[in-house]
Each structure stands twice: as structure tokens, then as C-alpha cells.
């Protein structure tokens, strides 16, 4: 047979996305996203799109979403770049930093789109493990790669590295440091005030998990002048559509609305490591929209499988240092009642 493909693509496995069940009333918590829908300001500009703002085409740099999160998040309005989600940033800064020389390099184990864009890219990986406390391995510092990235809180951990830690990492870079935000909205604290310190490192933020807004695709990284600069050669001309800069933009702006979903998420997430623990898990903290928990005596894989056979969806990776747990997104009150009632007699 024809090999139509460079080495590299065909040797690629892809990107493997949880499932998605066409169903609307099974127990859908193995993707992360928001179990509330978004603002009602977001379905109000959907519904009052004129016919002339799909005509023509976007703004390139999406300046109404832009000037909404640079006043959210307090910088300038150019230490923004709108992105068709956080995944798309993602690949616009393998594109932007890395090739055969100049490795990428972050800890493991984490978000597994990291080795899947870094082969596409044909760039060396630097995989560095966390320790059994997901603390950021020292060895980071020291890799001499061209993008560091840190996802933090990390998936599929939950785990938070510290501000500070990730300050004095930034200082020790040569190359740049990506840190990947997706769910810093379920976070106490954020990295945001290392843009204004190092000229090196770029914030990822996404709309798809505290904003409810996953089917839209939508993010944006926050960066010096700079970096940001150099990150807009790289995308594509109209990477983010009309639809979503209005819909991102909106949502952004309902502070109020934001606040109450995520302090439920946050109420739901400490009621579910209480009610886990219960009946035999072992579930670190988490500073995210998801648990990894444990079952000391069974078989994780299977308990997915039997979850799944009720239509309820959670998530379980095969991988080294994951393959006994299970990754639970917080859903809404009922969701997680349903997802524990069902736990509860499986592991019985
Ligand atoms: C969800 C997610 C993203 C970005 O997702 P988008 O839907 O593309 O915004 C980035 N990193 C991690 C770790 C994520 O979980």
C-alpha cells in the first residue's frame, strides 16, 4: 500500500477523546466539562446574531473577548490571544517553539494531548515524573528545552503547584514556560501575575470547563507583548469565529453567573472526596472539576465498565501510575448521587 503520510504521522496513534454519548440523560462525567449551562447573557447574544455578522468575516484578533478578559483578569488588552480553545494554543506554541532541535519538556503523568502534538510536531519529548504527591519534579529546571509546559492544576491529578514554585522555574528556564490553566477557575490561586515579572511564560486559559462553554471552542493565553507577537504569526488568520468571539465574550463579562457555578462545583467536589472515602476510596484533594480516586481493592477498569453498562460515563486511563484509578468529573447534586448509588453497590 501507498504511504501517503510523513513518518511521523503515520506512526501517530491520535488523540484519544472521551466518550460521547448521543444520549442527554445518561451520567456524563468523564470529559470535565460544567454539568450547569452557561449564562443566560451567552443564549441571549446567540439568539441576537445579526445575518451580517456571519457574512463577513471575524475580527482576526477577536478585540470585544479580548478587552472583556484582559479587565477579568487586569493586564492590557495586547497581553491577549483568543484561541479556538485552550487545545488550539496548545498547537500554535509546538508550532511556535518547537521542531528536531528544540525539545518540549513537562512532568508526567498528564494531559496526554502534550505527546500526541509534540510527534506531530516532530520534536524530542522531555518527560519528566511527578512523585507520588505530584510535587514539580526539580528536574524540570534543567532540561534545556525550547517549551516547558505545566498543567496546573494538573490533569488527570488535580493536583496545584504553588505560585512561587512556578516563579522560580520560570527564572530558571532558558526556553519558555506554558502554563496550562484549563482549570485554574476550580483553583484558589492562578499565575497570572507572572506575565507582568517574565517575559518567558504564557497563561493558558480555556471558556470549555468554568464557563460551560465547551461546545463553542474557545481560549486564550496571556503573555508579554512579545511572546504574544510572535504566537499571532503562527495561528491561523481567523482562528477564533463570530459566534464564539460574541457568545466568549459574554459569558466572560458574567462575572456573577461564573461565581455561583463554580462555588457549586466546589461544594459538590468536597461533598463527593467525603462521600468516596466513605465506601473505600482512597481521593486526594483537588483543585480542579474532577477527582482521581483509587480503589484499594478493585480493579479500576472494570468498575468503569460497569458504570458504563448504566449508563454512567467516568474515565479511566490505561496508563503507568494511573492504571488503579478513576478520573470522576463533579456533576451536578443528582449526577454524583447517581454515579454514588451505583459505586456503591458495585463495590459492595
Ligand atoms: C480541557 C483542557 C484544555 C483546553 O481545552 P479546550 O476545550 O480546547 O479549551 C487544555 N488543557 C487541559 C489539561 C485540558 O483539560
Redesign the pocket.
Known sequence: MMVYFRDNIEDLKGYEPGFQPKEAEVVKLNT?ENPYPPSAKVMEVLGSLSAERLRRYPDPLGEEFRSAAAAVNGVPTDQIMCCN????L?TIAFRAFCDEKRPVAYPIPT?SLYPVLAKLQNCERIEVPFDAEFNLPAKLAGTGAALTIV?NPN?PSGSFVRVEELASLADELSGVLLI?E??VDFAEKNCTELIREFDNVIV?R????GYSL?GI?F?YGIAQPGLIAGLMKVKDSYNVDAVAIAVAAAAIKDREYFKQCVEKVKAERSRMIEQLRAIGFDVPKSQSNFLLARYKEGNAAKICEELAKQDIYIRYFPYPGLADKLRITIGTAEQNDRLLAALKEIVA
Open positions: 470535565n480553545g485552550g487545545d488550539d496548545l494531559y498543567c490533569a496550562d484549563a482549570y493558558l480555556s471558556m470549555s470547563k465547551a471552542r481560549g
